[in-house]
């Protein structure tokens, strides 16, 4: 490798790095729950993501893990020649498979907590240190008889105790859960690994919700990934009743439960990418579908509050030429002449008006998208803000002046103009040093 290369390499660790603190720091003392098959333990994928868990745990998240048992217990009633049924997805649990499913629990257990206690030197999980509790946390009841089937001894979620796992949680331990619960009466029930998984993350008012699975999220018609749903497009799918990747029929409709009763985030994202926890997380993209109760995007009128983040947008526009400099006591003066996108908290794009009521026109200032937020359709989005904010002030036109974005206007319906169309104020401010083009559109 040469030492160009070698320089290429540390520069993007190092801006990864950095663009990975705000997750950190947001992270610290949060509360996620990972659910995952037992096909990861069975495919020795579980190493990898125990690495990337105790990264986690190292950075003060709170994890609770859910794992599933379905090839495991497969596995335990083909060897014993029992029969295998299925209802509506859901397993018939009768007398042989409730014992496939107590000893295929068991092992799966057992296996996670060995992996999740390694501390070889030289390897990710060094000095880990990890503790692991699990327990009876899951207060089951039966499913009883559905469509005229008897399901016996499957069952699911009644209550989760959250005291005894916060507890956990809160000594620093991890909190493994297995998907079997116990009634009052000491019956045992074999539930589903996404009821637990959405049912603890509730229960705990969970952060986030994360589903491993085969498939890499929720995709539309065209196969393209959908990265983001809110709750309300989630359930348009599942109503659509299109077919779904199995994977997706089981735990979307889970995790769209769990963000309508409180969780902040839930994800589903394929297990088979190379470190797929960490790129959700720790990624503006993300590699699956994050579900969300109400969009990530917003639009709205400045506060006082966004100065820091307008000024974090436009300064490096302002190092370039392309937007004149703005103060930070000019902008808490002007606060309320702008208009703010946001994405998931962070500015992602601000414009301003500055009225002119005599010629019922205003102009168009500061208007500005992050690079990185750019070629989505969210320059016209804010455009079409502005103009119906201008639309409610009683004004008549919109003019803009610009050095580097003239063609993005014309697109748009401006039409160039020269300085003597501007209000008279405005023309006895113009910068004939800057010349700017004026772009004029009426509304």
Not at 54 to 66: A, E, H, K, P
Not at 93 to 113: F, S
Not at 270 to 276: D, I, L, M, P
Request: overall charge negative.
């Amino acid at each position: 490798m040469t030492s160009k290369q070698q320089q290429t390499i540390s520069e993007q660790f190092v801006r990864w790095f950095r663009s990975a603190a705000p997750y950190i720091h947001t992270f610290r003392g949060k509360t996620f729950v990972v659910a995952f098959g037992g096909e990861m333990v069975s495919d020795g994928q579980f190493i990898e993501l125990a690495q990337d868990l105790n990264l986690l745990n190292s950075l003060g998240v709170q994890l609770v893990l859910v794992h599933g048992v379905r090839p495991q217990i497969e596995e335990e009633l083909t060897e014993r020649g029992a029969q295998i049924r299925y209802a509506e997805g859901m397993r018939v649990t009768d007398d042989d498979a409730l014992k496939c499913v107590k000893e295929a629990a068991g092992t799966v257990r057992v296996e996670i907590e060995a992996l999740l206690s390694m501390g070889l030197a030289n390897s990710p999980m060094a000095g880990a240190d990890i503790r692991v509790a699990s327990g009876n946390f899951v207060t089951a009841k039966p499913m009883g008889v559905r469509n005229g089937i008897d399901l016996m001894h499957t069952g699911e979620v009644r209550k989760i105790d959250t005291v005894a796992i916060l507890r956990r949680l809160t000594a620093g331990e991890m909190v493994l859960l297995s998907p079997i619960g116990v009634s009052p009466t000491g019956e045992i029930f074999n539930l589903t690994l996404e009821d637990v998984a959405s049912a603890c993350a509730v229960a705990l008012d969970a952060d986030k919700l994360v589903f491993m699975m085969d498939t890499a999220g929720v995709a539309n018609a065209e196969g393209e990934l959908l990265r983001e749903l809110t709750t309300a497009e989630a359930e348009g799918i599942l109503a659509a009743k299109t077919p779904l990747p199995e994977d997706v029929g089981y735990f979307l409709p889970a995790a769209t439960r769990a963000c309508r009763h409180g969780v902040a985030r839930s994800h589903l994202i394929s297990r088979h990418a190379e470190g797929a926890l960490l790129q959700e997380l720790f990624t503006r993209e993300g590699i699956g579908t994050m579900i969300t109760e109400d969009p990530l995007e917003t639009l709205r009128e400045a506060t006082i509050d966004d100065v820091g983040g307008i000024l974090g947008l436009i300064e490096p526009l302002e190092e370039e030429g392309i937007l004149v400099r703005r103060s930070r006591e000019r902008l808490e003066i002007e606060i309320e002449r702008f208009s703010v996108l946001e994405y998931d908290g962070v500015t992602i794009g601000c414009a301003a008006l500055y009225p002119f009521p005599e010629e019922q026109a205003a102009e168009l200032a500061c208007f500005a998208i992050a690079p990185a937020y750019r070629g989505a359709g969210r320059g016209e989005a804010l455009l079409d803000y502005m103009h119906a904010r201008a639309r409610r002030m009683g004004l008549a036109r919109l003019f803009v002046l610009t050095t580097r974005t003239a063609h993005w206007f014309i697109e748009r319906g401006f039409a160039e103009a020269g300085v003597e169309s501007l209000p008279q104020a405005k023309q006895g401010l113009y910068n004939f040093q800057r010349r700017s083009k004026v772009f004029i559109k009426t509304l």
